[in-house]
């Protein structure tokens, strides 16, 4: 009887050694495994993925701050593919590698385009890569789509945030219409201003003085004014928004975050289509104040026609 007790009790003490070995093993694996786990989750933040803008710059030029007092800094197809590495456009538009996006920088500097005192980091749309001279009447109609946000911008003196144009539609004079009127140049009004203004986005077009005007007459910049603007209900401050502008013939319809529409459709737009357009989209800055900047970033950029 004593020989069984002993032999009972070797088994006990024995199989708690292994059993205490047993879940020292265990947690050693367990160890083990957990840094392992640490180490993948290390590496993963070490290759966060460069991510890329959805933007196509096949049919955009650029113009910059950059440039002297007389002409700024204009860059095309297909010098603008290489704008990542661009010496002279880096500072003005670059990407931001961990939102995928194109960041457009623009602040008042002396080199203006004609007929403004404000500066831009902004894209000009060329139907033909590389050229002004092809461009597109509203029966032509065309869709321009952005995905965009204000990345930075400064303040007035009154402590309010400085105002962005980020898209136009831009009017333009053939040739023809030019040496008709005695113009000095192609340039005509913008049909469309976008503003991001104060947190909200807001809309600016163009009306006819006389709405009787000759055809000669509308070809005049003088034959139109500014309307009084609309302002979307929605804010959208610096976070990520959609902007939609669809044109056809004699109708315009903008559309923010795919929800809130305005549609413009009018004898004024309809009498419009006497002109050649071009869209614009970017960082067209409405400030001269010393030290101001803004820094606009644009995720995707289509047209379509």
């Known amino acids: 009887m004593l020989i069984k007790f002993k032999y009972l009790l070797t088994l006990l003490v024995f199989a708690s050694v292994f059993n205490i070995s ?23 933040k070490k290759k966060k993925k460069v991510k890329l803008p959805n933007i196509d710059l096949t049919h955009w030029k650029v113009t910059t701050p950059a440039g002297d007092s007389k002409k700024p800094l204009e860059v095309s197809p297909p010098e603008i593919f290489n704008y990542a590495t661009n010496e002279k456009l880096k500072p003005y538009m670059y990407n931001d590698s961990t939102r995928g996006a194109i960041v457009f920088h623009a602040f008042p500097s002396k080199a203006t385009t004609a007929n403004t005192k404000y500066s831009r980091s902004e894209l000009r749309e060329q139907m033909v890569s590389g050229e002004n001279n092809v461009n597109w009447t509203f029966k032509q109609g065309g869709i321009l789509k952005g995905k965009l946000a204000i990345d930075d911008v400064t303040k007035d003196k009154d402590g309010k945030h400085h105002r962005i144009i980020i898209m136009q539609i831009h009017g333009r004079l053939t040739n023809e219409q030019r040496d008709l009127i005695g113009a000095k140049d192609n340039n005509a009004p913008p049909m469309l201003k976008i503003y991001w203004d104060k947190g909200k986005i807001r809309v600016k077009t163009k009306v006819l003085k006389n709405i009787n005007a000759s055809n000669e007459e509308l070809l005049h910049e003088e034959a139109w004014a500014n309307d009084k603007g609309f302002n979307f209900k929605q804010e959208v401050g610096f976070k990520k928004f959609t902007l939609e502008v669809q044109v056809s013939d004699g109708k315009m319809v903008i559309i923010l975050n795919n929800n809130e529409y305005k549609v413009y459709e009018s004898i004024h737009i309809k009498k419009w289509g006497i002109f050649e357009n071009y869209f614009k989209a970017g960082n067209y800055f409405q400030t001269r104040d010393e030290g101001a900047y803004a820094k606009v970033r644009y995720y995707e950029l289509e047209v379509k026609h």
């Open 22 to 44: 047993a879940q020292s093993i265990n947690l050693k694996e367990s160890h083990k495994t957990e840094i392992k786990k640490n180490k993948k989750k290390k590496r993963k």
